[in-house]
């Protein structure tokens, strides 16, 4: 039904970029830019280990900034290790800016930290309801410098924070547009290091990144709001479409060499341009339904062990998990804007042939690259089986800010078909 007073509005916002090999060298004149005199450098260990973080820890401190390193960031993070990397940076504080580097679980660790060292209350305050309180920030955050070492979360563009909910076994997420890091600064070096396994999982996060945004209920399809009522996640728009756009032209030349050939230098920059530009893309115009689902996928996860991830506990990763329905959502969502999706299979995949059915066609080609790269044959393949449907599906409904973005209506039962069809994918 068309709205009866639609939007005219939309909104776009990215940090400020620097991007480039040696740009991560430049982070100690860029932090002395603003002022600061006591920076916080937020990492995980297996990170910490490539030397990356305290290479830039030695060169901001250099510029006369004291800099102390937190290297517990926990991969795929969890209330829990979010509220440890808080404690420790109250206790140690208090802070004038943030560096986090690393893949989107530093990012997004150092993002909570910011926010509840500058605001006031605990983590699940500002978790975003059903799940939380989805209280706001009421004070500015700190400057955070945001520098990834993967290509894929986008984080060091978005306004999210995303975490696994312990207790009720589901992933949601902080959003605000205050969590937007201040810089983005993008090193293709610093991703020569990322394994396959994590090379592709990533790299699936990036397609469905632009594609659930190029995919995503237009701006202007949604009642018209109060300028306090906008949210980050408009909807597709002229400005996000062009990003989506360009990050699955990158991906079509890039995304198969970087797995199988992680050396390549020059595919290892075109993927981190494409995370780049998809978290510019679905930072303002929003995801959807895979990424709805892979929540409770990552976050109900049994005994998986991915390949080239660290061993010590289960794990779906992030960008897997929304991988593992995208095929089968987006032949759901096919008769939204049948012309986007036939688009976006012809942006991936240069020549693809149309087939008989068109609705099939994105489907195809996304079930291909999943088993070129090595991405797991649906969410069978990652322990759940049909039995599991009904509590993945109560998971998912928990996403509605992410359902709210989807081109049509996805009820109960719509969502437990397409991980019915998603147990196995080919």
Same mark, same amino acid.
Not at 12 to 32: N, R, T, V
Not at 35 to 51: E, F, I, K, N, S
Not at 306 to 328: F, I, N, Q, R, S
């Given at each position: ?109 150092? =993002? !909570?930290?910011? $926010? #509840?060292? /500058? ?14 309180? @989805? ?110 756009? =360009? !990050?699955?032209? $990158? #991906?079509? /030349? ?14 290892? @920059? ?157």
């Amino acid at each position: 039904m068309a709205p009866t007073n639609p939007e005219t509005v939309f909104t776009y916002g990215a940090p400020q970029l620097k991007f480039g090999a040696g740009a991560s060298d430049e982070i100690g004149h860029d932090l002395s830019t603003y002022g600061v005199r006591r920076v916080l450098l937020v990492t995980d260990p297996g990170v910490a280990a490539t030397g990356h973080p305290q290479r830039v820890a030695e060169q901001v401190q250099g510029f006369g900034i004291d800099v102390v390193v937190f290297d517990r960031a926990h991969v795929e993070p969890t209330d829990r290790s979010l509220e440890e990397a808080v404690a420790f940076a109250r206790e140690s504080g208090p802070w004038d800016a943030f560096v986090a580097v690393g893949g989107g679980s530093a990012i997004d660790t150092a =993002k !909570a930290v910011n $926010l #509840l060292t /500058t605001n006031p209350g605990e983590l699940l305050d500002y978790v975003n309801a059903p799940v939380g309180g @989805g209280q706001d920030p009421v004070h500015p955050l700190a400057p955070l410098v945001a520098v990834p070492t993967t290509t894929g979360t986008g984080s060091e563009s978005t306004t999210v924070c995303v975490l696994d909910v312990l207790a009720q076994h589901v992933k949601s997420g902080i959003s605000h547009p205050r969590l937007r890091p201040t810089l983005a600064v993008v090193d293709p070096r610093l991703t020569l290091t990322q394994p396959p396994g994590v090379t592709a999982a990533c790299g699936m996060d990036i397609l469905c990144h632009a594609l659930e945004s190029w995919t995503a209920r237009p701006y202007d399809s949604y009642e018209r709001k109060r300028p306090e009522q906008r949210v980050p996640y408009c909807g597709a728009n002229p400005v996000g479409d062009m990003w989506s756009e =360009k !990050a699955m032209s $990158l #991906l079509a /030349t890039s995304f198969r060499t970087a797995v199988h050939h992680g050396d390549d230098e020059e595919a290892r @920059g075109q993927m981190a341009l494409a995370a780049t530009f998809a978290g510019m893309g679905f930072g303002n115009a929003g995801v959807h339904i895979p990424h709805a689902n892979a929540y409770p996928i990552a976050g109900r996860v049994k005994d998986f062990h991915p390949k080239d991830y660290p061993d010590a506990e289960p794990m779906v990763p992030h960008g897997m998990a929304v991988a593992l329905t995208a095929p089968e959502a987006f032949r759901f969502t096919f008769d939204a804007s049948p012309e986007r999706h036939v688009r976006a299979a012809q942006l991936l995949s240069p020549g693809v042939e149309r087939t008989d059915d068109p609705r099939d066609l994105l489907p195809a080609v996304l079930a291909e690259l999943m088993r070129d790269i090595d991405i797991p044959n649906g969410i069978g393949a990652v322990g759940y089986d049909e039995g599991d449907v009904d509590g993945l599906v109560e998971g998912t409904l928990k996403q509605q800010r992410l359902l709210a973005t989807a081109p049509k209506e996805a009820t109960e039962d719509d969502l437990a078909g397409i991980l019915r069809r998603s147990v196995e994918l080919w």
